[in-house]
């Protein structure tokens, strides 16, 4: 009856180990991803698609731009990226936001649907 103890009190102990590291794995890797929000300036569906095609870099895993609200919600690894690095390519493609605005060239490239009122 001891025996069976022992192997009862090992055997717990084991699983219980294995458990607590397997949920400190995971914790860590949550702790690196971040979601933020940028106010993007557009008009349609166009936008919409080239936008959230523009900020995902490699680490982002969502990328979702409102036409009403103008807000893109951006998930990222911030490891691996940053919402500098987003909002640069945002702006790259035509598209002001918050922290960067686009430059004339990209902006007149722009389809005329998507032309909007620039931010100043």
Known sequence: MKTVKIIMVVFL?????????AQMHNHSKMASTKTETLKVSG???MCKTRIENAAKL???SKAE???KSNILAVSFD??????????????????????VKADDKAYS?????CKYIRMK
Do not use: E
Not at 13 to 21: A, E, K, P, R, W
Not at 109 to 113: E, M
């Open 13 to 21: 102990t084991t699983v219980l180990g294995f458990n607590s590291y």
């Open 43 to 45: 008009n349609c569906d």
């Open 58 to 60: 490699d680490g982002v």
């Open 65 to 67: 731009w409102d036409a």
């Open 78 to 99: 911030s490891v691996k990226t940053n919402v500098d690095q987003i909002s640069k390519k945002v702006a790259a493609v035509g598209h002001d936001n918050s922290k």
């Open 109 to 113: 490239a722009l389809p005329g649907c």
